[in-house]
C-alpha cells in the first residue's frame, strides 16, 4: 500500500461543476501539499497545509489530520483547470523530502 | 526573480552511457532536492541537498549521484543509463525546515534508447 493515495485517479467534469480530489496519507506528517502539474511537466505548488483550510480563488483545500486526510476541491469549475492534481507529504524531519501519491488526472470540458 | 531553472529541457542518450541535469536553485535558498518521476506515475525523491551536503536520499542505486556547489546549484548525475532512467527529472528549492514552501522547475526529460 502506498504511503499517499489519491482518488480519483480520473476524473472528467463539465464546465461549471464542483471538483473535490481526496488524498490520503498513512505517516505522521509535517505538511501536505497541493501540487499542479500541466502537460509539459513544470509542478506549481498549489497549498502547503499542516492544519484547517485554505483557499485561494476559486481552490479551497482542507486537512484533517486525525484522519490523515485531505480534499482539494475546484469551485466553477474551467477547462483552463486541468491538468494532473498532486498529493504530496512531508514528514516531520524529512527536511524537503516529499512522497507523492500517483496524481488525479482531472479533464474539464466547456 | 527567475524561478527554478534546469537545464537541459529535453535529451536523448543511448543505454550505458551518462547524463549530468543541472539546476539552479532560487535567489536566496539553499536547499535543493531532486526527483524522478516515470511517465503516468507520481515524483519519486532521490536526492536533497543543503549547504553542499546530502541530507536525504531515495531508494536509488549508486548509479544516480549529485553534489551542490557554493552558489546552491545542483547537478544530478546518472552513470550507465538503462531503459527504465527514462523519465522526468525535477528539481525543487526551497529554504530549509519543515514549513517552508517548496517551488518546482520546470523539469528535463531523459529519454534513453
Known amino acids: 500500500k502506498n504511503e499517499v493515495e489519491q482518488s480519483p485517479q480520473n476524473l472528467t467534469a463539465q464546465e461549471g461543476e464542483f471538483i473535490t480530489i481526496n488524498c490520503s496519507y498513512s505517516?505522521?506528517?509535517?505538511?501536505l501539499h497541493w501540487l499542479q502539474q500541466h502537460p509539459g511537466g513544470g509542478i506549481v505548488s498549489l497549498f502547503m497545509?499542516?492544519?484547517g483550510k485554505k483557499k485561494h480563488g476559486r481552490l479551497i483545500a482542507t486537512i484533517n489530520i486525525q484522519e490523515k486526510h485531505s480534499s482539494l476541491h475546484i469551485t466553477a469549475s474551467h477547462p483552463r483547470d486541468s491538468a494532473v492534481y498532486i498529493c504530496?507529504?512531508?514528514?516531520?524531519?524529512?527536511?524537503?523530502?516529499?512522497?507523492f501519491g500517483e496524481g488525479t488526472q482531472l479533464t474539464v470540458n466547456p | 526573480d527567475a524561478g527554478v531553472t534546469q537545464s537541459p529541457t529535453h535529451l536523448i542518450k543511448t543505454r550505458g552511457q551518462q547524463v549530468t541535469l543541472r539546476c539552479s536553485p532560487i535567489?536566496?535558498?539553499?536547499?535543493v532536492s531532486w526527483y524522478q518521476q516515470v511517465l503516468g506515475q507520481g515524483p519519486q525523491f532521490i536526492f536533497q541537498?543543503?549547504?553542499?551536503?546530502?541530507?536525504g536520499r531515495g531508494n536509488f542505486p549508486d548509479r544516480f549521484s549529485a553534489r551542490q556547489f557554493p552558489n546552491y546549484s545542483s547537478e544530478l548525475n546518472v552513470n550507465a543509463l538503462l531503459l527504465g532512467d527514462s523519465a522526468l527529472y525535477l528539481c525543487?528549492?526551497?529554504?530549509?525546515?519543515?514549513?517552508?514552501?517548496?517551488?518546482f522547475g520546470e523539469g528535463s526529460r531523459l529519454t534513453v534508447l
Open positions: 525543487a528549492s526551497s529554504s530549509l525546515g519543515s514549513s517552508a514552501e517548496l517551488f
Open positions: 505517516v505522521g506528517i509535517s505538511a
Open positions: 497545509l499542516s492544519s
Open positions: 504530496a507529504v512531508r514528514s516531520g524531519t524529512s527536511g524537503s523530502r516529499l512522497t
Open positions: 535567489s536566496g535558498h539553499k536547499s
Open positions: 541537498y543543503y549547504e553542499k551536503e546530502e541530507r
